[in-house]
């Protein structure tokens, strides 16, 4: 069974940097696409951005190009999202997602994402 786990949320004020983590475990790291979405209370998962399995394919929604950038060592299983120029609306709980076979590409649609991890949460005050 996939496992996801996320870490890296926290408080921060606005303009400041963090950075999360998402770990996998149960199947061969490499060669899936992994993402990043986030969901706000009472408001629908919005994707985040993505990264395909060896990197050279990424997407990144428009609200955080520019400001957000993806990575992962595939060595250590892990995936991360360095987040700088934090905005109060960038608050949100943030989980990572990855799919359940191999596929070329990234998708913005959290519905083609078979696991989940839990999520972490972000806070940006003002």
């Known amino acids: 069974q996939v496992q996801l786990v996320e870490s890296g949320g926290g408080l921060v004020q606005a303009g400041g940097s963090l950075r999360l983590s998402c770990t996998a475990s149960g199947r061969t790291f490499s060669t899936y696409l992994m993402a990043w979405f986030r969901q706000v209370p009472g408001k629908e998962r919005e994707f985040v951005g993505g990264?395909?399995?060896?990197?050279?394919?990424?997407d990144y929604a428009d609200s955080v190009k520019g400001r957000f950038t993806i990575s992962r060592d595939n060595a250590k299983n892990t995936v991360y999202l360095q987040m700088n120029s934090l905005k109060p609306e960038d608050t949100a709980v943030y989980l990572c997602?990855?799919?359940?076979?191999?596929?070329?590409?990234?998708?913005?649609?959290?519905?083609?994402?078979?696991?989940w991890g839990q999520g972490t949460q972000v806070t940006v005050s003002s």
């Open positions: 990264m395909n399995w060896n990197g050279d394919s990424t």
């Open positions: 997602a990855t799919e359940g076979r191999p596929r070329p590409g990234v998708r913005r649609v959290g519905d083609e994402y078979d696991f």
